[in-house]
Nanobody
Framework: QVQLVESGGGLVQPGGSLRLSCAAP????????MSWYRRAPGKERELVAA????????NYADSVKGRFTISRDNAKNTVYLQMNSLKPEDTAVYYC?????????????WGQGTQVTVSS
């Protein structure tokens, strides 16, 4: 059973920073593309940031470009999301996703989510 464990969420004031972590113990982490998604109240889940297996390529939602940075440490089986200049609209549950293409489809694993609340 693959388990992705997010941590680092919490309450922060506008303009503040948080660093989310997603650990994948006992998992062949290095062969999976990793992503962070979020779901705000009353909204659909959206992709926030993604990183390829080696970390050589990343992409971001327009709403977070220049403020968020995704990175990974394959030796620690962990992916990170550094979030700076946080805004109230960043309030959401953030989910870690691991994805690997398999035979024209894909295998996906999800974490349980970590709440991020941006409020004064």
């Amino acid at each position: 059973q693959v388990q992705l464990v997010e941590s680092g969420g919490g309450l922060v004031q506008p303009g503040g920073s948080l660093r989310l972590s997603c650990a994948a113990p006992g998992f062949i982490f290095r062969i999976y593309d990793m992503s962070w998604y979020r779901r705000a109240p009353g909204k659909e889940r959206e992709l926030v940031a993604a990183i390829t297996t080696t970390g050589g390529s990343t992409n971001y939602a327009d709403s977070v470009k220049g403020r968020f940075t995704i990175s990974r440490d394959n030796a620690k089986n962990t992916v990170y999301l550094q979030m700076n200049s946080l805004k109230p609209e960043d309030t959401a549950v953030y989910y870690c996703n691991a994805r690997r293409p398999v035979l024209g489809s894909s295998v996906n694993y999800w974490g349980q989510g970590t709440q991020v609340t941006v409020s004064s």
